[in-house]
């Protein structure tokens, strides 16, 4: 219990060196089944470390915690929110180009093929629902 605590101080605090960070995100990928929480304890308390240091920078990453309210999702940043509405925008304006296509190149065939004109189903509409569609 001490030991998982001491390293959680040192996590907490940030007095983990990079190296040793990255060699650990190693040791936990290659094994995704079970958490190796011994290797990563041994090998964070096996750094030397400035105590007096280390209580200091604990103490203000604890009272940073205490008045954020506890741990905090920090959202997605507005960066990848304008990207996501560019892309969703882009991808809204391909489909609409793609199906305006389509649907004109259905008019074109339905009247070449079976000589339907749209103007006349609209004059038939003038004609039989006259306050639906007034004629000019």
């Given at each position: 219990?001490?030991?998982?605590?001491?390293?959680?101080?040192?996590?907490?605090?940030?007095?983990?060196?990079?190296?040793?960070?990255?060699?650990?995100?190693?040791?936990?990928?290659?094994?995704?089944?079970?958490?190796?929480?011994?290797?990563?304890?041994?090998?964070?308390?096996?750094?030397?470390?400035?105590?007096?240091?280390?209580?200091?920078?604990?103490?203000?990453?604890?009272?940073?915690?205490?008045?954020?309210?506890?741990?905090t999702d920090?959202?997605?940043?507005?960066?990848?929110?304008?990207?996501?509405?560019?892309?969703?925008?882009?991808?809204?304006?391909?489909?609409?180009?793609?199906?305006?296509?389509?649907?004109?190149?259905?008019?074109?065939?339905a009247k070449?093929?079976?000589?339907?004109?749209?103007?006349?189903?609209?004059?038939?509409?003038?004609?039989?629902?006259?306050?639906?569609l007034p004629?000019?």
């Open positions: 219990m001490t030991a998982v605590g001491a390293v959680s101080l040192r996590l907490l605090a940030g007095m983990v060196s990079r190296k040793t960070l990255d060699q650990l995100k190693r040791t936990v990928e290659a094994s995704p089944t079970e958490y190796p929480w011994q290797v990563v304890t041994q090998a964070v308390l096996a750094e030397p470390v400035d105590d007096q240091k280390l209580v200091q920078q604990g103490l203000r990453a604890q009272r940073d915690w205490v008045l954020r309210g506890g741990r920090p959202g997605t940043p507005l960066g990848v929110k304008a990207k996501t509405l560019l892309a969703k925008l882009l991808a809204q304006l391909i489909f609409f180009t793609v199906y305006t296509g389509v649907v004109c190149l259905g008019l074109l065939i070449y093929l079976w000589d339907f004109d749209l103007y006349r189903a609209l004059t038939w509409v003038q004609t039989n629902f006259p306050t639906l004629k000019r």
